[in-house]
């Protein structure tokens, strides 16, 4: 990161970094997860100050406490009053976006991730290709194309990278994978085909759903290559017939979220390719030529126009889960329910790319996600159910196959007496979970050395205490015989019965997750026009596509999504400039 800002300050380029009321050149970079994250602040280009900060327990993940604490410990390190932007290539559960929020709030301008740009003044810009959308999808696509030599400018609407992809936590799908071989697991990509059109109710567009599926074992082999390894423990989730989860570990072996390992190692990867970023950013317009796509319109913070020229455009905004209005537009029933979602998945690609007469399907499949945390959207990674966690209603007692699919799961949660429920994990799943112990930093979770203590800290009254230890002996039960009798979920994946403690447990209930539908697309992701024709130099990737999952996503197939269709994406406007 210092050598990129280095680069950015002697190579020509200073204009583009923020001069603060003081006069100087200032960037921060943050990165981290759970609550540490480290910040690094540069003042004209030399590193200030280097500091970890470590939220205290008492703090809350999200929230102005936390955040206040930060901005102070970066002003006492500085010991001055110096212009701060602050940065984050990892939001937690939306944490640093909190922090930047807070720094934005103090006057203190961000200036988003690894030393990417927010420009103030009109800008006008070239590239081959021109990404809008940092997350995930956008990011692989950037990469993808930058590698081939293609030059790329990327827009980013948050004021840091990762979009939706930061909060995942649980991992990516993948079939036939060499990571499958190595740990004896049996997939095919028929079976990842089956179980995602099961889940998608048949919705799915088979053709797209194929290529997905062809697609994830190169994806991994494409990750790894980059140094992105999801070499940790396969994993299940609702829907799946195989272990096909794959999922990152930390040095120490620890389980990580997916999410934010990839945001923080994509991004980086996009800082080593000198790929020019303009974060706060918003597209409003895809600019035509012929026919043609040919660059981006957008606004900047300060209202400031930015137009970006280029041969073809890729389109990566995400879905509109952050946005209620256009939510309740497709969905009034899902009115009153909190989101999952950051809130620059706003939906803006329906307003432009409908200005072109580009086709959508299915805006009206929006998935509920069954764990989330109900006061603030924090996502309870559904791994966890895979692992062994159970989902216990306020009476004690378990309701449903917690490994059912998403749909399925949040019907029955919706059904219980209060509409939100119980996770309950233990001991033996916390250890070599750093998923686990996010949540707990996170003041997520409640404990207790026995079931007797955990039902107090729940607020379990007698009768409700007396039917949890009757239904965790009976799942252990269940465990041990291989049947579970009461809900046939598949024991397999289950690595503890739960039968001894401590335990832990987490309030969820069911939030606003993933648009299944958004712009049409056909294998070469390019974008369909209402008259079934590709629109030319235009392609999309990622949750802003529709087709793909159908009525119900399943967990796992949007990371495995963003990578496969973020890098056909690429080549195929790579092919359409050469040709
Ligand atoms: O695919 C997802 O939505 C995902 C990985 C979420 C999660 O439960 O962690």
Redesign the pocket.
Known sequence: VTICILLALFCGLAPLVKKGASGKSYVANAQGFGGNIEVTVFVDGDTITDITYEAPDETPSVGGVAMSNLKTQIIEEQNSNVDVIAGATYSSTGFLEAVNAALNEAGVVADGSNGSKTVAEDYEGTADIVVIGGGGAGMTAAISAAEEGKSVILLEKNSILGGNTA??????NAAETHYEEEQGVEDSVQSFIDDTMASGKNMNDPELVKVLAENTSGAIDWLDSEGIELNGPLAT?GGLSANR?HRPVDADGNII???SYLVDKLSARMDELGIEVHTNTAATEIIMEDGKAAGVKATGSSGNNVTIHADAVIVATGGFGGNMDKVTEYRPDLEGYISTNVTTASGDAIDFLGDLNADFVDLDQIQL?P?VVPTDGT?????LRGDGAILVNKEGHRFFNETGTRDEVSAAEIEQPTGNVWLIVNQDMYEGSAVISKLEKGGYLVNGDTLDDLAKAMEFDADATAALKETVETWSGYVASGVDEDFGREIGAVKTDLSSGPYYAVNVGPGI??CMGGVKINTSAEVIDTDGNPIEGLYACGEVTGGIHGAN???????ADIVVYGRIAAESAIEYIEK
């Open positions: 909060r995942a936590s649980s991992g990516m989730m989860t979220p997916v999410g996600h764990t996502l309870v990674g559904e791994a997750h993933h996503r399943l967990g796992g197939n949007a990371v």
